[in-house]
């Protein structure tokens, strides 16, 4: 960088500081879908399966990729509980435990979007936990801030990982993706749900590969605008 950009780049900033230009929360979207949609027009050729239906993609995930082996699956954002009971009914390896994670109280902060907006408490339980006759399970009830570096006291690095991220929000994916990096098998699958939002679940995604400079396999997605995604992290 020359001594003229490195001047002409403290200026500007002073005259931004001094002017208090404000956040503008819709510019920051706009941006950061652009670069989703830059990421997914570079990459979507290596998506092998596009579904549908979110339970399809499940099926394929379960049957082609895992083949109904033993897993341990990590839910984050269990809401009414219906994705945890279709992996549940799809894997029915007896030997194969499933872990979810959420609040059942809702959304523990306002859900910001420029097209819609999910207030504090959205997807909200009244805090009542999915009941299951299946035995393979465990809910973990809280933040996921909170519960999830509990539960990670006792973990030990599985042979095969599913983790299915349906948080929403930025600050929740990224603390889970940090905290599991170092418990991430050879043998693993990450799901985004919301991918598409692009400030969110996807912002997380990327920063999280960038910053820790980790390479990844795409799997599968969903076919409207990409929203839903099966990621292999190469580890």
Same mark, same amino acid.
């Given at each position: 960088?020359?001594?003229?950009?490195?001047?002409?780049?403290?200026?500007?900033?002073?005259?931004?500081? $001094?002017?208090?230009?404000?956040? #503008?929360? $819709?510019?920051?979207?706009?941006? !950061?879908?652009?670069?989703?949609?830059?990421?997914?027009?570079?990459?979507?050729? !290596?998506?092998?399966?596009?579904?549908?239906? @979110?339970?399809?993609?499940?099926?394929?995930?379960?049957?082609?990729?895992?083949?109904?082996?033993?897993?341990?699956?990590?839910?984050?954002?269990?809401?009414?509980?219906?994705?945890?009971?279709?992996?549940?009914?799809?894997?029915?390896?007896?030997?194969?435990?499933?872990?979810?994670?959420?609040?059942?109280?809702?959304?523990?902060?306002?859900? =910001?979007?420029? #097209?819609?907006?999910?207030? &504090?408490?959205?997807?909200? !339980?009244?805090?009542?936990?999915?009941?299951?006759?299946?035995? @393979?399970?465990? *809910?973990? &009830?809280?933040?996921? !801030?909170?519960?999830?570096?509990?539960?990670?006291?006792?973990?030990?690095?599985?042979?095969?990982? =599913?983790?299915? =991220?349906?948080?929403?929000?930025?600050?929740?994916?990224?603390?889970?993706?940090?905290?599991?990096?170092?418990?991430?098998?050879?043998?693993?699958? *990450?799901?985004?749900?919301?991918?598409?939002?692009?400030?969110?679940?996807?912002?997380? #995604?990327?920063?999280?590969?960038?910053?820790? @400079?980790?390479?990844?396999?795409?799997?599968?997605?969903?076919?409207?605008?990409?929203?839903?995604?099966?990621?292999?992290?190469?580890?």
């Amino acid at each position: 960088m020359s001594n003229l950009s490195f001047i002409l780049g403290r200026k500007i900033r002073l005259i931004i500081y $001094t002017l208090r230009i404000p956040y #503008f929360y $819709t510019l920051d979207y706009i941006l !950061q879908f652009l670069k989703f949609s830059n990421w997914i027009k570079k990459n979507k050729y !290596q998506f092998k399966e596009v579904f549908e239906e @979110r339970t399809d993609l499940y099926k394929y995930i379960n049957n082609k990729i895992i083949k109904n082996k033993k897993i341990t699956y990590l839910e984050f954002g269990v809401a009414n509980g219906d994705s945890f009971k279709e992996w549940i009914n799809f894997n029915s390896n007896k030997k194969s435990f499933f872990f979810g994670f959420d609040t059942f109280t809702g959304l523990p902060e306002d859900y =910001v979007n420029p #097209f819609y907006n999910l207030s &504090k408490g959205n997807f909200s !339980q009244n805090g009542n936990i999915p009941k299951l006759k299946d035995k @393979r399970h465990k *809910f973990y &009830k809280g933040l996921i !801030q909170k519960t999830l570096p509990i539960f990670l006291k006792k973990f030990k690095k599985p042979e095969y990982l =599913v983790v299915n =991220v349906d948080v929403d929000l930025y600050s929740a994916t990224m603390f889970i993706l940090c905290n599991l990096k170092d418990y991430i098998p050879k043998n693993n699958i *990450f799901i985004f749900d919301e991918f598409a939002t692009g400030i969110h679940e996807f912002r997380a #995604f990327k920063d999280f590969v960038d910053s820790y @400079r980790i390479k990844y396999k795409l799997i599968s997605s969903s076919n409207d605008c990409y929203s839903r995604v099966a990621i292999k992290f190469i580890i």
